[in-house]
Structures are given as structure tokens and as C-alpha cells.
């Protein structure tokens, strides 16, 4: 007999009309790892977040170990063993490992007591679980990975026997991914339970031993992860079929019109973001920049469409160039044919409290096609804006409903809709599918191929290695604000380019992820 | 997710039964508090209301304080529509007095009144924007912040008019602080004479044209904010000023165009006031109107709808306060303006307190219904 850790009864939970869980019913093993998967919506983060003690169920059950739990707050979650890991650390900066950990679970009033007793734990946790941090470091210094660990190590010292990961590996390199995995293994054979909330289906396959399906609020399937696929995996959260490989014709790539010429960028702050920047994007290719977020794609990204003004260098986009004397601005970059797809939809993209149709103007709204003497021409803005929906499929179909109560594909495909119906000569996109769901993404990146064949050069920065693999022609690999190597998308793997990612030159790169035996 | 989604209550609700909901607390604290001194609040009540609309004077009174209240409250919601707070409405419309009075006390010796009056509105908008670009300027530009500078510049606004209006400004021969009388050919006119053009006699009050001239306002803040691409800008940069920057806006141009046009609205308080019924510049004729615009633009939700039934309000209170404090001896000025306090309390800062239980009670309702139904 099988030893369960957590079991959900029927639990059902509804935010004024919107149903977010129905009748969920759950079953983890106790010692396994189990995945959940769903689009955004489905209503897994309510549901974990049920089982943590951020909300509270409407109706249903919560057994811990099969004895009935009552967890109204987090602290009842702690008590009942439950530890969570969320998708944005709850960390202090400037605390070091040590306080971090002992944050909340201080013993008596003075500090020094407790944190001896903790030192002593924690070094006991990390030789059991080979969970290595340094515990004097300052966390603000410590890589993304490690900061994770220390979220873990949290919730071990408050003594978790189950553990909820939310989206772990969004923030991660192939490699700390890696690292991840085996960290989670080690957790799992000392009996530890772990249920890991993801959308990334390659991982789903790579270390879970359940599975269970999420779709509009109600669970729609549970799998032995030995038994199923990819494929029906996407077609049960999606809830129709859906093509995961993009299959896209041979670039046929013209001259160049995006040239970038020993760009270098230093922020307010005075710290260097890009450093001697050099490459070309031709008309009809797209060019995919990778990297670890935070290693100076963004900062490129905003150069390029006039946010922020270069340091040294020069960036040459179709007419336009720009140096640090004439940076140029952003609607400059509009009126000579750059469209940008920002990388932070929800404060860049679109105004979350404007309605669709404003957003759907949001940098063009001096165009004489929206204007009517003084006045915004509500008719012409809105005719267009009912185009847009038409064309990018944008559900609901209603300009005047508030941007921000749209789901995130459809604030994206509104957004690619605006930046594409004036047929840029270049598009730079950022983040194309961050927060979108399969659906969604299948038809996002239709489009963008769709673009490059009629002609225009696209720039792409992604932190989604697959996407970044899939869509681009060639890929531009960045890390500590340098171009480490360019590799044409036929010859990469991701282990090359996790790699790349971290540093090592294109070669070396080669040499060791060929030698490494581990799947991409 | 991180918290749970709010309940979108219908506009009727959001816009109707929560304010009155506030008010009436407002007023029961209010009661309370006037039980404690020992006197009858329904009576208290009942004074007020009879004093502000119970009789044509009171009217007249009371939709004269309303004309101050709805360009102090436009002005501060000009600003906070491009994410401002504007403290200095208050200096604004003082400093834009300045400017209509120079503009007056220039011209009345040989221009005719249908020229003065018009520079003189724009030289009240000219001098209240002035007012308003300095801390607009430190803001956008040096990165000063805006609720300091403005709050700062109410001082030295009142300062600086006390040096004009003690010193050189003052009437030879005069006692008090305060310019000689305009020309007649300068004074807007009354509504009750504007009445009497018609043959229609209404009782002296001090209400004025101004009154038209702040609806007037009103529409024109409506169009300039939601049908104009400069309010659009403008609503951009108050939602968020990065998006602003990447849809080409320039954050600091906008701070600049918002404060000054939220400046020349709160310079028309000098319309009214001066031109309207004081008919000289006078020592502190803006008393406290542009602070408490900031409670009008709160309870209005910025909107001039709700700005104008909000400077309703307040000009109910003030003008029904008044006739409290004199009917009814042991309610002084001081408390009145403890329970004007009070509304403002209660529909401002407090404005989202019973939301909580009105949705409670909503959900409770539709959810009755919804089960009676089915």
C-alpha cells in the first residue's frame, strides 16, 4: 500500500463569479514528485495556494498524511509540513544565507541563540540533501540558482515533508536546471514529497512521476508521467490538438538592415549593461538572442527602439542611426518602420486601467489615421481596433473592455497585432510568449515567422531557450552584456547553448556539451 | 496570483450607494459628536440643510462656494490624472488672484469691460500656471518632489501677496491689505442682476457668472482629458511612465502641461472671488479652497460629474455650516469645521471602507436571487 502525503477532496473555490477551482480532487504520493500542468487560469496557483494557506476553500478537504487538515494561513500549511517555493523569491536582499533562513523562526529574544541553533541544522540539511549554499553570504549576491536553494533550505528547516515548487525553472540556466533536478531528487529519495507547478512540458517528462492535468479551473486528467507524451500532455490542457514543433521554411535572409556597431550601454547607476556590441539582422531572417535574464538583452532590446539612448557606438536601424548625440527617441523609431514588442507587456505593452482600444493606440496615437482635429476619432480608433481583434484572434472581441482583464496571450496577440499591422520594416520582440498559453503561442509565433517571410528583419530576445531555437534563423548567444558567440539555429542544442549562456565561447561550448550525456 | 480578484461591483453601486453610504456615516459621526456637546443633531440637521437650499439666499450661497470648489477640485484632478498630487492648489489660486488683479487694475481706467474680463481670466489662468510650473518644473526636470515643492510654495505664495498687498499694491490711504476697488466695467455680474435682464427677481447673493464659466470648465476638462491625444498622453504618463516613454511620450513635458493647466484652473478661484464679488484683490481671499479641493477631487473620483456634485456637497456644508455656527450658539466655527472634517474623513480617506461589506451584501443579494430564479 501506498503511503499518501496530501490528498484534495472536491475543493472548489470562486472569486466573486469566476469559478477558479471546481471540484479538484488531487492525489500525491507520499516520496514522489509530482507535476501539475495548465494553462494560465486553470487554476493551479489557486489550488496550491489553497493547500498553503492563501486562500480558503469554499467547499472540500484537505488531508495531510490521510488525517483531515484545517490550513487557514501559512503557518497552519508549515505545521501540517507544507513548504513552498514561489515563482518570485520572498527573500531579503542584504540578509545574509543564515538570516534568511531564520527569518520567522527565530527562538527567544536574542538573535545570536537562534542562530547558532540554525547554523547547526542548516549544515545538517545541506550534507543530507547535498543542497550546498554558503550561509554567510549576503542573498542579494548570490546567483538566481543559489537564491532558490535558499528558498528551499527554508522551508526544509521549518520542517516540510512536502514541497510545492511554482514555475522553479523560469528564472534558471539549462544548467541550474539541471543542478535543480538533481537537488530535487535527492530531496525525493530521503522521502520528501514534491509537487511542482510548471507550463514547460519537457520538464513535466524529465523528472516527474505523476502528472496531473489542469483546464478551466477543473482537473482534467491524471497520468503516470511514464505513460504519456508532450503531445497529449498540450492536448489536455489545451483541450484540442496542438503542434508543439514549428515548422517554418528556410530563411531567405536580404541585406542588412539593423546594424550595431561597438554598442556599449552604462546604466544610471553607472554599471556597464552592454559592452562592445557588433552584429547585423537582414531583412527576412530572424536573429534570437539568448541569455540568462538580466545579462543585457533587455537593455539592447530598449537601445534599439529608442527607450534608451547608446552609450558609445552605433546603432543603425534601416534610416535611422543613432549615437549617444542623437539617440533618437521612440516614436522616431516608429515613423521609419521599427515596431517594438516590449518585453514587459503588462507595464510597457499596454495600459492596464485604458480600454483595449487605447492600448490599441498606445504610441501611434498621433497618427493622423486616429485624429480628427483635435480630438481622438473614437470611430477610426475603434474600427481598428476591432481589425486587430479580427486578425490576431483576440478573445473577447470587445474594444471597450479594460486592458488588464484580458488573459495574458490576448493582451500579447493585441499588442503584436498593433506593433504588426503597420508592416514594420523591423520588429524587435521582446519576450514574445512569456505568460501566454500553448494555444496561443502556437499562433504568436505563426505570425512572427509570417512577418520575417514578408520581408522584415525580426530581432527576438526570449529567455525560453525553445523558443529562442525554434523561431530564429541564427542565435545570438549574450551573457555578462557581451556576445559570446553566434550559432545558426541549425547547429544548436541547448546544452551548447546553456553553456554559451554562462560564458563559455561557442567552441568550447561544442566540445563539452558533446562530450556531456545528458538529453537537450 | 497573489491576491484575489476584486469584485466588480455594477457603476450604479461604485458611484451611488457608496458615497451616500459614506456620507451617512459621516453624518452619524457627526451626531455623535454633537450629542456629546449636548445639543439635538437632527436638529443640527436640520438647520444645516434648511440653511444651505432651504431658502434663496442659502441657495445663492451655497452654489457661490460650489464655483470655488469645482475649479479647485478640477485642478487638482487635472494633476492626478497624469499621476500628480497637487498640494499647491491652495498658492495657485491665491498667486493667479495676482494675475487678474494686475491684469484689472491695469486696464479699467479706459478699456471696456468685455475686453478686461476675458485678460483678466487669462491672466488668472497665466499667473496660477506660473505658480504651478515652478514646483512642475523641479519635479520633471531636478526630480524634486512635487507634494513638497507645491506644499512650500503655498507659503511663500501667501507670503509674497502679503509683502504686494501690505506694501506696494495697497491703496494710499487705505488701513487694510488690500488693492483699491476695481472699475465697474470690471466686475462679472451677479446672477441676480443676470436674472433681472430677464425680468425674473431673485434675492442678492454673492453667486456669479463664474458659476457658468466653471460648468463651461468642466466640459472642457472632460474633452481635454478623454477625447484629446494630449490627455491621452496625459492619462499614460499618470498609468505608468515607462509605458509612456516607450509609446514616445516625454514624461517630463507632460508634468510641465498637466501642472500648468491644473495651475490656471485653481487661478480661476480669483474669477469668482474677485472678479465676481470682491471686486479688489484682497489678503487671503482663497481661504482654504485650494486644500479642500483635494477632498472634492477624492470624493468626485476625478471626474467632473462627480466634481461638480462633490463641490455640491461641500458648498452645502459650508454655507449650511455657517448658518449652524450662527443658529445654534454652542456649535462654534471651530466645530463646524470639525464636521466638515468629518465628511471629508469619511468620503475621502476613508472612501473604500464599506466597499468590503457593499460587496458582502451584493454577492449576498444576487446570489438570493440567483437561487429564487433558477
Redesign the interface.
Given at each position: 500500500m501506498v503511503e499518501t502525503a496530501i490528498e484534495l477532496r472536491s475543493i472548489s473555490k470562486a472569486?466573486?463569479p469566476?469559478q477558479a477551482n471546481r471540484n479538484v480532487s488531487l492525489t500525491v504520493t507520499k516520496g514522489s514528485i509530482h507535476g501539475i500542468v495548465g494553462e494560465n487560469g486553470a487554476g493551479k496557483?489557486?489550488l496550491m495556494?489553497i493547500l498553503y494557506g492563501f486562500?480558503e476553500a469554499d467547499s472540500g478537504d484537505i488531508l495531510v498524511r490521510g488525517a483531515p487538515v484545517s490550513i487557514r494561513n501559512s503557518n497552519d500549511a508549515i505545521a501540517a509540513g507544507i513548504g513552498m517555493v514561489h515563482q518570485h523569491f520572498m527573500l531579503v536582499d542584504p540578509f545574509t544565507v543564515l538570516e534568511n533562513v531564520m527569518l520567522g523562526a527565530e527562538s527567544g529574544p536574542l538573535l545570536s541563540e537562534s542562530l547558532r541553533a540554525a547554523r547547526s541544522e542548516l549544515e545538517r540539511l545541506e550534507r543530507e540533501y547535498g543542497l550546498h549554499v554558503p550561509l554567510d553570504e549576503v542573498v542579494g549576491d548570490l546567483p538566481v540558482g543559489q537564491q532558490q536553494r535558499v528558498e528551499i533550505l527554508k522551508a526544509l528547516y521549518r520542517g516540510a515533508e512536502i514541497l510545492i515548487l511554482d514555475e522553479p525553472t523560469g528564472v534558471l540556466t539549462p544548467q541550474e536546471t539541471d543542478q535543480l533536478f538533481e537537488i530535487l531528487k535527492a530531496l525525493k529519495g530521503q522521502g520528501v514529497t514534491i509537487i511542482l507547478i510548471t507550463h514547460k512540458l519537457r520538464e513535466i517528462m524529465a523528472i516527474t512521476d505523476q502528472v496531473s492535468i489542469m483546464r478551466g479551473g477543473e482537473m482534467v486528467a491524471h497520468r503516470p508521467t511514464a505513460e504519456t507524451n508532450r503531445e497529449e500532455l498540450a492536448e489536455l490542457m489545451v483541450g484540442r490538438k496542438v503542434r508543439l514543433d514549428l515548422d517554418k521554411a528556410p530563411a531567405a535572409p536580404r541585406e542588412a538592415v539593423l546594424a550595431v556597431d561597438h554598442l556599449t550601454y552604462t546604466d544610471a547607476k553607472g554599471v556597464p549593461r552592454l559592452k562592445d556590441i557588433n552584429f547585423a539582422v537582414h531583412a527576412g531572417e530572424i536573429v534570437g538572442i539568448a541569455g540568462v535574464s538580466g545579462n543585457g538583452q533587455s537593455e539592447l532590446l530598449e537601445v534599439l527602439?529608442?527607450?534608451l539612448p547608446p552609450g558609445e557606438g552605433t546603432v543603425r536601424l534601416g534610416p535611422v542611426t543613432a549615437t549617444a548625440d542623437d539617440p533618437g527617441?521612440?516614436?522616431?523609431?516608429?515613423a521609419n518602420g521599427i515596431a517594438?514588442v516590449?518585453e514587459?507587456r503588462q507595464?510597457?505593452?499596454?495600459?492596464?486601467?485604458?480600454s483595449a482600444e487605447?492600448s490599441a493606440?498606445?504610441?501611434y496615437?498621433?497618427d493622423n489615421a486616429?485624429?480628427s482635429g483635435?480630438?481622438?476619432d473614437?470611430a477610426a480608433v475603434r474600427a481598428d481596433c476591432e481589425k486587430m481583434m479580427r486578425d490576431f484572434d483576440v478573445r473577447p472581441p470587445d474594444p471597450t473592455l479594460q486592458s488588464s482583464k484580458f488573459s495574458g496571450g490576448n493582451q500579447q496577440k493585441l499588442i503584436l497585432a498593433r506593433e504588426m499591422e503597420k508592416n514594420p520594416d523591423i520588429l524587435l520582440v521582446g519576450q514574445p510568449t512569456r505568460g501566454v498559453d500553448i494555444g496561443a503561442i502556437e499562433f504568436i509565433h505563426r505570425q512572427i515567422v509570417a512577418m520575417r517571410d514578408a520581408g522584415s528583419a525580426v530581432l527576438l530576445v526570449s529567455v525560453e531557450l525553445d523558443e529562442v531555437m525554434s523561431l530564429s534563423d541564427r542565435i545570438i548567444v549574450m551573457c555578462g552584456g557581451r556576445i559570446i558567440g553566434e550559432v545558426p539555429a541549425a547547429e544548436a542544442d541547448a546544452r551548447m547553448l546553456g553553456l554559451m549562456m554562462t560564458g563559455i565561447p561557442r567552441e568550447e561550448a561544442k566540445k563539452s556539451a558533446g562530450n556531456a550525456q545528458v538529453p537537450a | 496570483?497573489s491576491n484575489?480578484?476584486r469584485?466588480?461591483l455594477p457603476a450604479w453601486i461604485d458611484v451611488g450607494v457608496i458615497p451616500l453610504l459614506n456620507i451617512l456615516m459621516a453624518l452619524v459621526a457627526a451626531g455623535l459628536v454633537i450629542l456629546v456637546i449636548g445639543e439635538d443633531p437632527l436638529q443640527a440637521v436640520q438647520v444645516m440643510i434648511q440653511g444651505a437650499v432651504g431658502y434663496d439666499e442659502g441657495i445663492g450661497y451655497t452654489l457661490y462656494y460650489t464655483t470655488n470648489f469645482i475649479f479647485t477640485g478640477l485642478a487638482v484632478s487635472m494633476a492626478f490624472h497624469a499621476g500628480l498630487f497637487n498640494i499647491g492648489g491652495e498658492g495657485q489660486a491665491y498667486f493667479g488672484g495676482l494675475g487678474i488683479g494686475l491684469v484689472v487694475l491695469a486696464l479699467d481706467g479706459f478699456a471696456p469691460g468685455f475686453l478686461i474680463v476675458p485678460l483678466a481670466i487669462a491672466g488668472g489662468a497665466l499667473f496660477g500656471a506660473g505658480w504651478a510650473f515652478i514646483p512642475a518644473y523641479l519635479q520633471a526636470y531636478r526630480g524634486s518632489h512635487i507634494v513638497i515643492t507645491t506644499i512650500m510654495f503655498n507659503f511663500i505664495a501667501a507670503a509674497l501677496m502679503v509683502y504686494l498687498l501690505a506694501g506696494v499694491m495697497r491703496e494710499g490711504g487705505n488701513m487694510s491689505p488690500e488693492t483699491r476697488e476695481f472699475a465697474d466695467a470690471a466686475f462679472l455680474p451677479f446672477m441676480h442682476e443676470v436674472f433681472a435682464w430677464f425680468g425674473v427677481t431673485i434675492t442678492r447673493t454673492p453667486l456669479n457668472l463664474s458659476l457658468a464659466w466653471a460648468l463651461v470648465c468642466c466640459v472642457l476638462v472632460y474633452?481635454f482629458i478623454w477625447?484629446?491625444?494630449w490627455g491621452?498622453?496625459l492619462?499614460?504618463v499618470g498609468?505608468?511612465e515607462?509605458?509612456a516613454?516607450?509609446?514616445?511620450i516625454?514624461p517630463p513635458r507632460i508634468v510641465l502641461m498637466a501642472m500648468c493647466l491644473s495651475g490656471a484652473l485653481a487661478g480661476f478661484v480669483g474669477v469668482n472671488e474677485l472678479l465676481g464679488v470682491q471686486h479688489r484683490l484682497l489678503l487671503n481671499f482663497s481661504s482654504g479652497y485650494g486644500f479642500t479641493g483635494i477632498a472634492v477631487a477624492l470624493m468626485g473620483r476625478n471626474h467632473p460629474i462627480g466634481i461638480v456634485l462633490a463641490s455640491l456637497l461641500f458648498g452645502l456644508l459650508y454655507q449650511g455650516g455657517a448658518e449652524l455656527a450662527f443658529e445654534m450658539p454652542t456649535i462654534t466655527k471651530e466645530m463646524v469645521v470639525a464636521l466638515q472634517g468629518l465628511v471629508i474623513l469619511f468620503s475621502g480617506a476613508l472612501a473604500y471602507m464599506s466597499r468590503p461589506w457593499v460587496e458582502r451584501i451584493y454577492?449576498l443579494a444576487r446570489g438570493g436571487s440567483v437561487r429564487k430564479g433558477a
Open positions: 472569486f466573486g469566476v496557483s489557486t495556494s486562500y527602439a529608442g527607450i527617441d521612440p516614436e522616431q523609431r516608429r517594438h516590449p514587459d507595464r510597457l505593452g499596454l495600459i492596464g486601467k485604458f487605447e493606440i498606445l504610441g496615437h498621433n486616429y485624429l483635435p480630438l481622438i473614437r | 496570483m484575489a480578484p469584485i466588480t474633452l477625447r484629446t491625444r491621452y498622453e492619462r499614460t498609468q505608468s515607462r509605458a516613454v516607450y509609446a514616445g516625454s454577492l
